[in-house]
């Protein structure tokens, strides 16, 4: 199915502990006070199967072949896109997403070792231009991102080797072919950053 791009799809991404969900509910609450609805959704999750898959990727110490993680991510991001994101952008509703389908193609393809090319070859053949109209990536020092994390993160980030893949990730990875990629100062008060946020989105807002 393809996608409707009249209406804004938001992605916002990062390394955890840069600070994504803090961004998307502000986000969110500054459009619907303009009068703007929204819907904000997570990944993975946001569906009865994205929870399950969810849980398997980010609490299961089930060991998983990175190929096959990354379909486990592909098969819920389907499911989301289908069942919430498609039907809200089709309803005028902006959609606006804590990760999508550049963080597959940061952790499992560059971080995780999969290959970058290898990654994007996946997700452009389930995903196509289901994707959002612009990804919005959150930058901090590598270091103030391990600070906030506190030694807390999941799966992915408790190996220190990966999440120093992740970081370069971000940094550095233009996702796929047609992909809008903006990169935001994530340092200073949240709402600092919002005022960052909101001014990188201001063309695909209008």
């Avoid at 486990?72 to 804590?98: C, K, T």
């Avoid at 030694?151 to 990875?173: A, I």
């Amino acid at each position: 199915m393809s996608a409707d791009h009249s209406t804004p799809f938001i992605a916002i991404e990062g390394i955890d502990g840069v600070g994504k969900s803090t961004q998307v509910r502000l986000l969110a609450e500054r459009l619907e006070a303009e009068g703007r609805s929204t819907l904000t959704v997570r990944e993975p999750g946001g569906t009865e199967l994205g929870e399950q898959v969810r849980r398997i990727l980010l609490e299961s110490s089930t060991p998983l072949e990175v190929e096959a993680e990354l379909l486990l991510f592909m098969a819920s991001r389907v499911q989301l896109y289908e069942e919430r994101i498609g039907p809200a952008l089709r309803d005028g509703r902006v959609v606006i997403s804590d990760r999508f389908h550049l963080s597959s193609i940061v952790y499992q393809g560059i971080a995780r070792g999969l290959g970058e090319q290898r990654a994007g070859q996946i997700v452009w053949g389930v995903l196509g231009d289901r994707r959002p109209s612009i990804n919005v990536v959150l930058t901090l020092p590598l270091a103030d991102c391990v600070a906030r994390l506190g030694g807390e993160g999941d799966r992915f980030e408790s190996q220190p080797e990966v999440l120093e893949g992740v970081w370069h990730g971000f940094q550095e990875s233009e996702g796929l072919p047609g992909d809008r990629i903006v990169r935001i100062d994530g340092a200073g008060p949240p709402e600092e950053v919002a005022a960052r946020v909101y001014e990188g989105l201001s063309d695909a807002l209008r």
